[in-house]
């Protein structure tokens, strides 16, 4: 019975081709919401992402997340290299600053200062350059950091540091190499562009040396903000990281376990990914009510058939088979062309237009279950009138 | 055929009471229908619309409880079946014919004819096997493969009689089987009927209000107002108690 059921399913083309479409769409929305905020999520991350040589984060104990830090004396990176098992540790610092625009418009940036020595946490570079042209004076990195429109530097020369005014609505470009920008009244010259991993939420960056950052904000007497440390062979990270926090007292994390902390910092504080998941429930709720309906529908339409049935002798257990089977194959295929769908449109949308989608493994799995659930729920609503069915509406006259 | 006093009866009901509604809506469907049915007859049951025949077949079939009265079908009291024996006695001995057909749309000719095996539990192999026979036997071999959309209201009332057949019932119960018909493909389907009754030991009820197929029956029931108001035989049938 149940080949006559998906054949029941599948008999009215346009009406099995509307519910796969339905649910394919549920399939998509779902998959594409969840990828999208995982897309965002590991974007908050990226810093550790991008420093995969480090195998354990070294920081300030209160801190747990890249997000919001504070920095450590300059001695912490000694200290943290006289533990036996690190193999190397290097110092970055994160400081957040405004820099000043040769027209005299201002940008926030992140500012990232790096090893001096190794060069241990500056990206690679645009334009076949290396980041060695980090040990000129005064050299910075910049990167848009997944923000658009805020790397604009004026376009003629007369807009460029005047002694009359501010020139601030002038046309512009993009900042080029050897353009110059202005922080705490000191100089820095764009010696290299990079595109690392966009941020989350999105900032520019400049990347400069460790000892350019003391150049840079005089002011600040701490500006060591993690130590990034390369475990020897015979220790795993999570001995070394357990090793550092017990000798230093300070908070010491394997990169996955950072990762971790950092989404997790997310989830709790971030109002923006509050935001966001209640955008995506929204979305989730109305793709799972088009599938519920739609089942519930056909399953609705189908009533005479059912009462046909029901009178030629088919028992309760056998329609509610029915209607499970074709609830539960009308689900599955839906979600694989909605899941299939996702990923093409997801990827394309990702490499072409930078958009923060990352299709983890939960995420399809979310999709399928997402609509397996609701497509069931639908079944066993639907099997409802089907069960309570009188078959002898059959006859004529009722 | 001939039948006699010394028949079997198939369907025994007496005063069968059935009501619809409660308090002031409250309306009686059924006020004590009696009748018997014998074996290898073909019965109809004639009446105007809203007199019961309806509510009295869906009662002897099985798909309706009664109010009041007892109904024996095929030796079995009705009152003392559980939910799930009605279910066993309508898929093992009873088919039936509607008049709209109601043929599953999506399912071949074949596949239609199958069901009831199916629903028995009948693999699919030997259920397809036995629907080709039956439908050749109603002369429909050739559309076997054809969808219900595809075959002319005969055609689909000839493939509604193979699957009432295919399991082969007792009891066969055709509701209004050719009022959907134009009165040639009527006759045929009749015929038809005709021809399963005179072949086997196959009880055939037809309700119906076509007056034009009376010829076929061996006995008339005449219905009104929720009761059998009169049975007789028909001419050329002899030795019925009328």
New interface residues.
């Given amino acids: 019975?149940y080949?006559?059921a998906l054949?029941?399913l599948?008999?009215?083309r346009a009406k099995y081709i509307g519910l796969l479409l339905g649910i394919a769409f549920t399939a998509f929305l779902v998959t594409f919401a969840l990828s999208y905020f995982a897309g965002f999520i590991t974007r908050g991350f990226a810093l550790i992402s991008e420093n995969n040589s480090a195998d354990v984060w070294v920081m300030d104990p209160a801190v747990n997340s890249t997000e919001l830090t504070i920095n450590m004396p300059d001695s912490t990176l000694g200290r943290v290299r006289s533990v036996k098992g690190v193999d190397y540790a290097v110092p970055m610092s994160l400081n957040d600053i405004t820099a000043r625009f040769p027209n005299g418009s201002f940008q926030f940036f992140q500012m990232i200062g790096v090893d001096d020595a190794t060069l241990a946490g500056a990206p690679m570079l645009l334009d076949g350059r290396l980041p060695e042209v980090l040990h000129t004076p005064d050299s910075v990195i910049v990167d848009a950091g997944g923000s658009a429109g805020k790397l604009q530097t004026p376009l003629a020369k007369r807009d460029q540091w005047p002694f009359d005014r501010a020139h601030l609505n002038v046309p512009t470009r993009e900042l080029m190499l050897g353009d110059e920008l202005l922080v705490n009244d000191r100089r820095i010259i764009i010696s290299g562009r990079s595109k690392t991993i966009p941020r989350f939420p999105p900032r520019p960056l400049l990347y400069t040396t460790y000892s350019n950052v003391t150049h840079l904000l005089p002011s600040e007497s701490r500006r060591l903000t993690f130590v990034l440390v390369s475990a020897q062979e015979n220790i795993s990270p999570k001995q070394l990281a357990n090793r550092i926090e017990q000798q230093t007292g300070l908070r010491a994390r394997t990169a996955s376990e950072f990762k971790e902390d950092t989404v997790h910092w997310f989830l709790i504080n971030s109002e923006d990914v509050g935001d966001m998941a209640a955008m995506l429930i929204l979305a989730m709720t109305v793709g799972f009510g088009v599938t519920g309906v739609m089942l519930y529908m056909f399953t609705y339409e189908n009533l005479?058939?059912y009462a046909?049935?029901k009178?030629?002798?088919?028992?309760?257990s056998?329609l509610l088979g029915m209607i499970f089977i074709q609830a539960g194959v009308g689900a599955l295929l839906g979600a694989g062309m909605g899941i299939g769908m996702c990923a093409i449109v997801g990827e394309s949308v990702s490499m072409t237009l930078d958009y923060p989608f990352r299709m983890m493994w939960f995420t399809p799995l979310f999709g399928i279950l997402g609509v397996l659930i609701v497509s069931l729920t639908a079944a066993a609503i639907s099997a409802r009138p089907v069960l309570k069915l009188?078959?002898?509406v059959?006859?004529?006259?009722? | 055929m001939s039948l006699d006093a010394e028949k079997k009866i198939a369907v025994h009901c007496r005063n069968i009471i059935k009501t619809y509604g409660t308090g002031a809506s409250e309306v009686f469907a059924l006020r004590g229908a009696d009748l018997d049915v014998y074996e290898g007859e073909l019965l109809m049951l004639v009446g105007p619309s809203g007199c019961g025949k309806t509510t009295f077949i869906s009662i002897f079939t099985a798909l309706l409880s009664a109010d009041g009265g007892e109904c024996d079908i095929l030796g079995k009291d009705l009152n003392t079946l559980s939910s799930d024996q009605k279910v066993h006695l309508r898929a093992k001995s009873i088919g039936f014919v509607f008049q709209a057909f109601n043929l599953l749309p999506a399912l071949t000719a074949q596949e239609n004819v199958a069901v009831p095996l199916l629903i028995q539990g009948v693999g699919r192999k030997v259920a397809m096997q036995e629907a080709k026979l039956v439908l050749d036997s109603v002369g429909l071999g050739a559309r076997s493969s054809a969808l219900p959309a595809e075959l002319s209201g005969g055609m689909q009332q000839r493939v509604a009689i193979a699957r009432a057949l295919v399991h082969h019932p007792k009891l066969i119960v055709c509701d209004e089987p050719t009022s959907s018909l134009d009165h040639e493909s009527g006759h045929v389907i009749m015929k038809l009927l005709r021809d399963i009754v005179d072949n086997s030991n196959t009880t055939l009820i037809v309700v119906t209000h076509d007056d034009r197929i009376y010829e076929f029956a061996d006995r008339m029931a005449h219905m009104d107002d929720g009761k059998i108001i009169k049975i007789e035989t028909m001419k050329n049938q002899q030795g019925i108690i009328a």
């Fill in positions: 019975m080949q006559i054949k029941m599948m008999g009215d005479k058939q046909v049935l009178a030629m002798g088919a028992s309760a056998m009188e078959p002898g059959v006859f004529s006259g009722r």
